[in-house]
Every structure is written in C-alpha cells, then in structure tokens.
C-alpha cells in the first residue's frame, strides 16, 4: 500500500519542485535590469552655424539623460523628454557624448560626426547648384487697394547637391540693378532652400493695373530664373 502511495507522491513532488524552479527563474527574463538592456541609437552632429561658429545636434538619447560632452567646448547638460538637445555657437574640432544609462556602471561613448571646415569668409565649398526656380504666389487678376503700393509675393527656391553658401540676389522687372543680395546656405541633409520674395508695385495717377515680375540669379555658377508676371486690379474707389 505504501509503495503504491510513494509511487504517486514521487512525480507529483518532481512537478512541484520543476514549477517553483520555473516561477524562481521568470522575473529574470520577463524584466531585465536597465543595466542588461540594449541602448538606443544616440548620434550626435556638428554642424556649420552662424558667424563662423558650429552647432552641435543630439538626438536618439534616452529622455532627461545627463551627457558629458568633450571637445573644443566641454560641458555637462541634460537632453529633453524626447533625448534629443541642441547646442549653438561652438568652436570647430572634433567632440563625443559620454553618458550612463540608469542603474549601469557602463559608460556609453558617441562620437560626433564632423564636417569639413569652412574656410574664413565662406566661400562656395564643394556646393553644386542644380536648378533655381520662381514661383508666383500673388494669385493673378487679384483685386487689390491701390492707395498704397500693393504687395507681390514670389517663392524662389535654389536646388542643390553637397556642403557650402552659394551667393544669390534678385532684380525686379526688366531692371538690372541687383536688389536683397543674400548667401543660401547647404549643410548635410539640405538639398533645397527657399527665398520668399515680396515687392510692392508701382502705382501711378490713375492706375487701374499693376503688374510685376521678378528674377532670381544665381551669379557664381551663372544661373538665373525668372517668374511668371503677375497682374493684379486696383479696387475702385468710392
């Protein structure tokens, strides 16, 4: 009689023990601990900014993590809620992010991408204009008041591939006096820049009419573009 009880209570027992061995071991691989997960994926930029300066971009860092970052400019600071941080007006060369996730004694290391440096004064750099376009934004036949020089609006937009400032200015109508020169500037990651335009038209006694356009150019690689005209109707006054 006992040897048939023992004989039940035996993988009854052996169940038992393999179950709380099972519970034992699955908080480990339900919850890993901070220090065993697998960072994000932080990159961190330098960037050309104003007046000769950089600007050095963060981002893919876990959220509010503290950073050290080393370089021309060292310092410690705080990423946002969404890990990311911006940091202008510093000093070319090279920099890198050191951090330490919550509850890690790792330390994590992130170099910082560089790009070539500009030289003083700007220059064109490696930059390669490919097309330049002028849209009209002023819808034609607008009715306009005409008591005061009605404003015109033009969308330029400078296509480009590569890094650099490329030099442009605009002239207005058949004139070919240069007007608003300016410097667009192409870093990593900008294949476009746009250049709103606003002129105010010429009125005259007695204008029932004005009408418009403009050029951009393009100088150092002799490229140009030239807008549709714009007509638009003065309002009558009462």
């Known amino acids: 009689m006992n040897r048939q009880t023992n004989r039940h209570r035996g993988p009854a027992l052996l169940a038992a023990s393999l179950l709380a061995s099972s519970v034992a071991l699955s ?59 911006s940091r202008q007006g510093l000093r070319y060369g090279p920099y890198s992010v050191d951090y330490r996730m919550s509850g890690s004694q ?54 480009a591939t590569g890094q650099g400032k490329v030099r442009y200015y605009w002239t207005y109508a058949s004139s070919a006096d240069p007007i608003d020169p300016g410097t667009a500037r192409f870093t990593p990651g900008t294949t476009s820049v746009s250049l709103l335009k606003v002129v105010n038209g010429s009125v005259m006694a007695n204008t029932t009419t004005v009408s418009a356009y403009v050029t951009l150019h393009v100088p150092d690689q002799n490229m140009s573009a030239r807008s549709d005209q714009v007509t638009v109707t003065c309002a009558k006054q009462p």
């Open 27 to 85: 908080p480990a691989f339900a919850a890993p601990s901070a220090a065993a997960r697998a960072p994000l994926a932080p990159s961190c930029e330098l960037v050309p900014g104003a007046k000769q300066r950089y600007d050095l971009h963060l981002s893919g860092f876990p959220a509010h993590q503290s950073v050290r970052i080393q370089g021309k400019s060292s310092f410690r600071t705080v990423v946002d809620g969404q890990g990311e941080l």
């Open 106 to 159: 790792k330390t994590w290391h992130v170099t910082c991408s560089t790009p070539p440096r500009e030289k003083p004064g700007g220059g064109k750099g490696n930059v390669k204009v490919t097309k330049v376009e002028v849209l009209t934004l002023t819808k034609n036949g607008s009715v306009v008041d005409c008591t005061k020089p009605p404003r015109l609006e033009f969308d330029g937009k400078i296509s």
